[in-house]
């Protein structure tokens, strides 16, 4: 499921949008999360009180008050880099502009739904292209992507009632999913991520400081170490920071 942001001061614009990706969902059968905004402030604010990021924002470039190069500016400046932008507009002169803010397309008003069909498809293309760096994973109901580098840590989770459970750790959310830790560690062992516990994969960009037999992590999280694993843990990790030209702070 991609989740997609549209944002414009104009109702009718709004719901065009929202119609053709419904239809393009229907027809491809790819799941958009859809969320509709009439002011760039509103959408600015979603990312300033952390929420749930998304996959594509769709900006009107022309709204009153935080126009849709403002808001995409203040979205990266909140460090949000990986969303798409499509920008909508009825003036090509605000195409260099847009180019400051990483902008996937500038479209020309009014857009034809089979033309915006068009370049969400192409996007979604880029999107599978990048698939070895996302992750789909199923939490209640509902398939969710997620990017590696905003995963935090995977831990099995203890369920009187739920057959290996395990918790997705991100920085804005935890996802409640089903799965073998083991099976995972080995799908992600070439990603930056490491197995330091029988019960705990974390993602070694999010890595902090480690402490005695635990890791610090960001967002303040804390993990155990599982004795048999701290020397292998603390050799995997000084390798990685020598590839990355970091000091590190030895367990």
């Given at each position: 499921m991609y989740r997609v942001a549209v944002?414009?001061?104009?109702?009718?614009?709004?719901?065009?949008v929202k119609k053709t990706l419904i239809a393009l969902s229907i027809r491809t059968n790819i799941e958009f999360e859809?969320?509709?905004?009439?002011?760039?402030?509103?959408?600015?604010?979603?990312?300033?009180?952390?929420?749930?990021?998304?996959?594509?924002?769709?900006?009107?470039?022309?709204?009153?008050?935080?126009?849709?190069i403002m808001t995409a500016r203040r979205i990266r400046e909140l460090k949000h880099f990986d969303e798409q932008i499509i920008f909508l507009t009825s003036y090509p002169e605000y195409m260099v502009e847009s180019f400051d803010v990483m902008t996937f397309q500038y479209l020309i008003k009014p857009v034809a739904p089979d033309l915006l069909e068009e370049k969400i498809t192409k996007l979604l293309q880029y999107f599978q292209a990048q698939e070895?760096?996302?992750?789909?994973?199923?939490?209640?109901?509902?398939?969710?992507?997620?990017?590696?580098?905003?995963?935090?840590?995977i831990e099995a989770a203890k369920s009187l009632t739920v057959k290996s459970k395990l918790h997705v750790i991100t920085a804005t959310q935890v996802y409640d999913s089903k799965g073998l830790i083991a099976d995972y560690a080995a799908a992600l062992k070439d990603s930056n991520f490491l197995h330091i516990h029988r019960s705990i994969i974390i993602n070694l960009l999010h890595v902090k400081k480690f402490a005695g037999g635990s890791v610090l992590m960001s967002g303040g999280m804390e993990f155990p170490i599982g004795r048999s694993k701290i020397k292998e843990v603390k050799d995997f990790y000084t390798k990685f920071m020598i590839m990355k030209g970091h000091s590190y702070d030895s367990i």
């Open positions: 944002c414009d001061d104009e109702e009718q614009q709004r719901e065009l859809i969320e509709l905004y009439p002011s760039g402030e509103q959408l600015a604010a979603h990312y300033e009180q952390d929420g749930v990021p998304f996959h594509i924002l769709i900006l009107d470039v022309e709204m009153g008050g935080m126009n849709g070895k760096k996302f992750m789909v994973i199923k939490s209640g109901y509902e398939e969710v992507v997620l990017r590696y580098d905003d995963i935090i840590a």
